[in-house]
């Protein structure tokens, strides 16, 4: 892979601190990112899977810096930005734009759709208004709506529509990153697709770098090149995708990967399904050990007491587990190489 | 065959609005039997939850205009007066809501709501019906029901609040429950929970389901019929295994084919269904899937009935192509090229 990754994060964590009393005191903290770190190379697309509540959002807004994380370091095309102030942190987010979950919510129902895609650029100071209007129409052509969309009013549009008006808005700048953060799960089933081909070709016209956050883990596998499975603040898996699909490591991955329904009545039937126990734990008190170890099957001991680092295995797949699956000896013999503070 | 349980007979359901009728059910006919479930599939608009929420009474109102019958052991619900309906609703068909956050009450505890739900349908005492709220709950498989019983909902995580609704929905033995995307809002894990609970239960309960739903995955694991809807129409209707491995309308493929499926290797690109789904203010004239399908041709202007064209009784479908021209196009769509290694 080629030298330095686009966006790399070593050992970020953000706690919320929560607050009681009258002196508004924290009394406790909720662990949402902890102790995670990653790279994504330029032109890549990073998924990042699980529940909710496993800090898959936060991590995603903590890497652009919409949280700032609580320890840990962001490296933006080799450059540290954790600690950038704003005003210095303000010409690198031409660089990364968001892509949010829900369209009704987040473009703002009395502007119109002119004035929402042309504002980062007006923020940025980008050429006059007749050339940005300009550049507005054509990128409401490039993400299939039409330019004489310019003068409405999102209410106006259906939600596949409105997260098109999102993408483009998020494409106004010219960024390398996309965060995606469920881009696609309000919509319906033949929207969605249809969106999906769109993040696609944009991919490819573009070179743009995504970190798609999503809980289907069917889309997940359809747009990613590498997966990170979260669990409670922590990645607990990470594995291009179809090695991750054909081989899960940890437990928690083979469990979700089987509760994801197949729309096949025979090989559903056939196939053998684990149905975890329970919901995931709180994030303030995170269990000891292996996070999972409440709800996963082949606990032991050492699971309750011992936290599993994240270890390769070899094909750039890591995982953190005591008792990892699917893995031969002969790759366990070699296992022990720390991972990801990787490439 | 059995006599179904409940029966319709071209339910339509349509409401006056500022910008004119919209025609939200247009002619839908289905019957349901004891203990089977009932899947109906759609997006958004399709019609199938004013269905579901008409055969409960829900789309009442001054605007609401409705026709054709909804028959439940003889008795016709359209008909019935509102306060009768009540009667019906709870005791004899039973609802579940996909969203677990808004359809509890925020300021009651959980096992008030249960215990209203079975007090307004059986002259039995306070202790009583909590004892079956209790029993109610340690069914749906919430952990210590004695003590959860008195917590509030926003004490519940979202998969359990699901398990309260269905406690709610079951807390009076109806013989007919309806799960309006009951999983929608949880998350893959939970709904397989979910969606285990429901099938169990109906057999315990001795319950028919009527399951809606646009994840035609959930839908293979837990119907027996299927109904596809589109555009406030059945566009076709089948055993499980009719649609998903000989569906004759080119809607049903584009659905198969616009998901990304684990079960098969990557595809290059998802197949898409072009457009949007019409207003139904003023639906295409014809087949109401012609503007957006790829095999449409000059006959399609011409509305096909839902009739059975297969050599399977039951499987219907509203498409004007043969059935040979059916089965050699429709693998395109629903197996896209996958990606070359």
Redesign the interface.
Known sequence: MSDTPLIEVRRVKKYFPIRAGILQREVARVHAVDDVSFAVHEGETLGLVG??GCGKSTLGRTIIRLYEPTAGEILFQGEHIEKLGRRRMRPLRREMQMVFQDPYASLNPRKRVGTIVSDPMRIHGLGDRASRKKQVEELLETVGLSPEHYNRFPHEF????RQRIGLARALALRPKLIIADEPVSAL???????M??LL?DLQDEFQLTYVFVA?????V??VSDRIAVMYLGKIVELAP??EL?SRPIMPYTE???S???????D??ERRE?I??EG?VPSPINPPTGCRFHPRCRYATEICKTTEPPLVGYGNSHFAACHHPLNVGAATLATVGEPAPQQN | MSEPLLEVKDLSVSFATEDGTVRAVDGVSFGLERGKVLGIVG??GSGKSVTAMTLMGLTRGVNARFGGEVLYNGTNLLEVSDRAMQTYRGSELGMIFQDPMTSLNPVYRIGEQIVEAIRAHEKIGKAAARRRAIELLHQVGIPNPESRVDNFPHEF????RQRAMIAIALSCNPSILIADEPTTAL???????I??LISTLKDEFQSSVIFIT????????IADEILVMYAGRVVEQGT??DI??DPQMPYTW??????????RP??K??????G??PSLINPPEGCRFRPRCPHAFEKCAEEPVLESRVDAPGHLDRCWLTVDEKRARRDATISPTTEAA
């Open positions: 529940e909710s259906s939600g596949g529509q319906d089933v033949s929207i969605q697709s249809q999906l081909n696609e809980h289907d883990l069917g889309v596998r359809h995708a179809d699909y469990a979700l990967l509760a994801v329904p197949i729309p096949d009545p090989l559903a399904r149905v975890l919901d | 997006e958004s995580s979202g998969g359990m998350d893959v894990t939970i709904q397989a929970q969606v285990d646009h994840d035609l995955g959930v839908i293979a694991e499980k295994r998903f491995y584009g659905l198969l084919g616009s998901i990304p499926r684990l079960d990557r595809v690109r998802l197949h898409t269904i072009k949007m789904p």
